[in-house]
């Protein structure tokens, strides 16, 4: 009765929120976004033709309907772009042309002056330093032409701007002159992957056609390892083998009663594809900005901001399998006469649970990473540099901090691979939850105190941070801040990405398996426990009507919410679902969930779930060279939005499975060998 309270109060709140009608009159008023000119035209006509792409901010004039506009409709910052910033790409000769008919007065009025005080724009300039004489002989134009066009629009306003970048029919698309190092690093190890892979490959068919058992199937071949040491080593870049490896059924019993896990890991990335989608959409250019706007006025859009909380889905179940192992390690060792360890062998199991992890997600990671900075022919286009080649620049310059994991502290402004930061709060949180085990596996006798405390400060930490900083209590994508790639926004790299706000759901992770190894120890079978069946079902609607909780808070434009109570919600958000999903993922361990368990652990999810990792560090890349090569404003609706979305998620994984293949695999096997 309780539940249908609560989807009724929902009914009612979640309307009633909903009191924001745009004035589409008023929004036409103001200038659009982008103005493009016709891109391949410009470099092929005119021949020497330069096209720059040119960042504008339109100044104060309190007495042109245009500027109202912008100032009502601007305000509403949490829903809207921030329609002061317009992004033009000028072709050069047509500016000219426009402008060779006013004489040096008229001229001398269009110009504003530059855009030098932004300081998100600034970082892009800062990047695309090599195009600092392009900016000093086209910025007067560029502002000139820019304004003149304002000026026959009859917008009554006038923008300050700066040149980003420009391109010539000589360097559009072209590959850069500084094909150095990096490059010839990245071709040679594509090289030396595809090498080992047919020479180990040809070892294996050699080895194969040597068996003289008629009884041993193909596939058998390919699925028994050899008994040599050499043997396993010259064999672990084999692509057939490493085929039958990524399709193989888990092993032992807990491999069997997690292997759902895969279903959760493939639906979660999805989610993730679905949202790193839409925000490189908003990155490029949009021609009907005002629908997605209005869209995050409705329910639908607060289900979208609530969708970060996907992100603690990955950590319930990093936390997971980190204990897990650990359990397994010290159950291997239980043997040990000493008794009580010694301070060396916990250091030495610490740096052998680091270093092993290093080196299994590190060497894929470090791949795509190289990838990312590889100067390439390509089509091109007015957003090209500011989406893609922006990444390839920050690549080359901040890679070390992705490989340290600390890309979530250091560098935020010009981030190689976003979606990183994951990685990086992930490895600082594994690396406090085993000093957190081994001090309870250490001091057994006072563990669940330990545990305890932990978690304790972990869940409060979230709250005294948020009060104390101001944060909102909910991590706000707006559509500015994904268009200007979260440069200069502090929500996201203090409140969202940094590990102490996201160490509690980590660690619920770790009291799940905690949970779910003493309930397999003592053989209690939770699956014939009623009362635990209806909780556990529960927990689907409760988490459904979980996302709508941001509702009240991101829906309520007139008065800010009270601090104390947006720093509660804060820390009560993400580590309550955080907790609820640990007991989700103990209860389907232990075969509670039906036809959900079922579905769950169908074999399509055994392959799609080892890939994951693979699509995530890959698919924003993907998104990017997608949607950098745009010629015009595109139109943002569903069949758009899914169409994009589909390719990135097909390609991703695609990719993944060649990733896997000649490089992920192999490295693990290769660790395996070393244990």
Not at 126 to 134: T, Y
Not at 434 to 456: A, C, D, P
Not at 639 to 662: D, E, K, Q, W
Request: a positive charge; proline letters at 3%.
């Amino acid at each position: 009765m309780w539940l249908l309270n609560i989807a009724i109060a929902y009914c009612v709140l979640l309307p009633a929120a909903r009191c924001f009608e745009m004035n589409m009159t008023q929004y036409y008023e103001m200038p659009q976004l982008y103005d493009f000119d016709d891109y391949d035209r410009c470099l092929q006509e005119y021949g020497a033709g330069t096209y720059c792409f040119v960042r504008a901010e339109v100044q104060p004039n309190s007495t042109a309907a245009a500027w109202r506009a912008i100032q009502e409709i601007s305000k509403y910052d949490r829903h809207h772009f921030d329609h002061r910033q317009l992004y033009f790409g000028l072709c050069l000769h047509k500016c000219e042309a426009q402008l060779a008919e006013l004489d040096a007065n008229a001229r001398q009025k269009l110009q504003t002056g530059l855009l030098t005080d932004n300081a998100k724009v600034n970082v892009y300039l800062q990047l695309f330093n090599m195009e600092a004489s392009n900016r000093a002989r086209y910025n007067n134009l560029t502002n000139a032409c820019l304004n003149w066009r304002l000026q026959q629009r009859q917008y009554e306003v006038q923008a300050r701007s700066v040149v980003e970048y420009c391109d010539t029919a000589a360097t559009a698309g072209k590959v850069s002159d500084e094909d150095d190092l990096w490059n010839v690093s990245f071709y040679v190890l594509v090289f030396v992957l595809i090498l080992l892979a047919c020479l180990s490959s040809l070892i294996d068919l050699h080895l194969k056609r040597r068996r003289h058992d008629k009884m041993l199937k193909e596939r058998d071949h390919y699925k028994t390892p050899p008994r040599s040491l050499v043997t396993r080593l010259l064999l672990t870049c084999s692509i057939a083998r490493n085929w039958y490896r990524l399709n193989q059924e888990p092993n032992g019993k807990i491999g069997r009663e997690l292997r759902f896990l895969d279903c959760f890991k493939f639906f979660a990335m999805f989610l993730v594809i679905f949202a790193h989608t839409n925000w490189v959409i908003y990155e490029s250019a949009i021609s009907n900005p005002q629908d997605p706007e209005r869209l995050l006025h409705t329910a639908a859009g607060t289900l979208l901001i609530s969708g970060s909380l996907i992100t603690v889905t990955f950590f319930v179940i990093s936390g997971l399998l980190l204990t897990i192992n650990w359990l397994a390690v010290t159950r291997a060792l239980a043997d040990d006469k000493l008794g009580t360890w010694s301070f060396g062998k916990y250091a030495a199991l610490f740096v052998k649970f680091n270093v092993f992890r290093y080196i299994r997600l590190t060497v894929p990671y470090g791949f795509v990473v190289l990838l990312s900075g590889v100067y390439f022919e390509n089509a091109g286009g007015p957003l090209w540099r500011h989406i893609y080649q922006r990444e390839q620049l920050a690549c080359r310059k901040n890679w070390w901090t992705n490989l340290l994991f600390i890309n979530n502290y250091v560098g935020t402004d010009e981030r190689c691979l976003l979606q990183g930061w994951y990685l990086a709060s992930d490895t600082q949180s594994f690396a406090l939850s085993l000093v957190v085990l081994m001090l309870g596996h250490r001091f057994s006798r006072w563990s669940k105190q330990i545990y305890g405390i932990v978690l304790g400060i972990f869940m409060v930490l979230p709250a005294v941070l948020t009060y104390v900083m101001d944060y909102y209590p909910v991590f706000l994508p707006t559509p500015q801040t994904q268009k200007d790639s979260f440069i200069g926004n502090t929500q996201f790299t203090e409140f969202y990405t940094s590990f102490q706000m996201n160490f509690g759901s980590y660690f619920c992770g770790v009291l799940a398996a905690i949970a779910y190894d003493q309930l397999s120890v003592r053989q209690y079978k939770l699956r014939e426990l009623r009362s635990f069946q209806f909780m556990w079902f529960t927990l689907i609607p409760i988490g459904v009507l979980w996302l709508f909780t941001a509702h009240p808070i991101y829906q309520h434009y007139y008065a800010e919410t009270p601090r104390l109570w947006g720093a509660l919600y804060a820390t009560v958000q993400r580590n309550l679902w955080g907790f609820g999903l640990g007991i989700f993922v103990v209860g389907m361990a232990a075969k509670v969930g039906w036809i959900i368990r079922k579905f769950a652990c169908l074999p399509i999810f055994r392959i799609l779930g080892r890939l994951t990792y693979g699509a995530f560090i890959v698919h924003l890349l993907v998104a990017r060279v997608a949607l950098a090569t745009v010629r015009e404003p595109i139109y943002f609706g569903t069949g758009t939005m899914f169409a994009y979305i589909f390719y990135v998620l097909c390609a991703s994984y695609l990719g993944s499975l060649v990733l896997a293949i000649f490089l992920e695999l192999p490295v693990s096997s290769c660790l395996k060998l070393m244990r």
